[in-house]
T-cell receptor, first 114, second 112 residues
Framework: EAQVTQNPRYLITVTGKKLTVTCSQNMNHEYMSWYRQDPGLGLRQIYYSMNVEVTDKGDVPEGYKVSRKEKRNFPLILESPSPNQTSLYFC?????????????FGPGTRLTVT | AQKITQTQPGMFVQEKEAVTLDCTYDTSDPSYGLFWYKQPSSGEMIFLIYQGSYDQQNATEGRYSLNFQKARKSANLVISASQLGDSAMYFCAMREGGKLIFGQGTELSVKP
């Protein structure tokens, strides 16, 4: 089954404790992206990747890191999480090097930083 | 400045009626794409419809159509024959280069 998986789905952590949210897709898609969703603000893009070893900043990259060492995986790293990073996070992928109509979203990761 | 604007935070529509959700965008890039997504209360993001900036015809997908007015920079979503299952949050988004920029969303409630 074609899908984007994220782990964990729910995470409660404390300020400053490094964490990684994994994202994996099984569709051989070139494009992958991370978004955060906050009430009243819609989704905002954090980072995106047009292919392996190619990553670029979205609109809200501060406090986040990503890497794209292989096509299927695009982990999101919070080196020192802060309460303002409490949010719902989505990973997505699509074929081709751009966000296309066939953009598949993962189920979301709800992160709480206390 | 907002690149994607959805001016209707919430809307109501009677079941079986048509509804239009507004979206305006701002870009100087001649090549861009416009998307609509639905997010039900369960939280998943569901792709509805896509319009490329060079597409001559308005996109349609079943009960969904995109009213693309390039000169006015608007990309309104029209849902015909609303169903109770259409109650959800709807997001307009624009692809500009590698980025995807979302609007704030419109919450649609369909009344029986």
């Amino acid at each position: 089954e074609a899908q984007v998986t994220q782990n964990p789905r729910y995470l409660i952590t404390v300020t400053g404790k490094k964490l990684t949210v994994t994202c994996s897709q099984n569709m051989n898609h070139e494009y992958m992206s991370w978004y955060r969703q906050d009430p009243g603000l819609g989704l905002r893009q954090i980072y995106y990747s047009m292919n392996v070893e190619v990553t670029d900043k979205g609109d809200v990259p501060e406090g986040y890191k990503v890497s794209r060492k292989e096509k299927r995986n695009f982990p999101l790293i919070l080196e020192s999480p802060s309460p303002n990073q409490t949010s719902l996070y989505f990973c997505a992928s699509s074929p081709g090097g751009l966000a296309g109509p066939e953009q598949y979203f993962g189920p979301g990761t709800r992160l709480t930083v206390t | 400045a907002q690149k994607i604007t959805q001016t209707q935070p919430g809307m109501f529509v009677q079941e079986k009626e048509a509804v239009t959700l507004d979206c305006t965008y701002d870009t100087s890039d001649p090549s861009y794409g416009l998307f609509w997504y639905k997010q039900p209360s369960s939280g998943e993001m569901i792709f509805l419809i896509y319009q490329g900036s060079y597409d001559q015809q308005n996109a349609t997908e079943g009960r969904y159509s995109l009213n693309f007015q390039k000169a006015r920079k608007s990309a309104n979503l029209v849902i015909s024959a609303s169903q109770l299952g259409d109650s959800a949050m709807y997001f307009c988004a624009m692809r500009e280069g590698g980025k995807l920029i979302f609007g704030q969303g419109t919450e649609l409630s369909v009344k029986p």
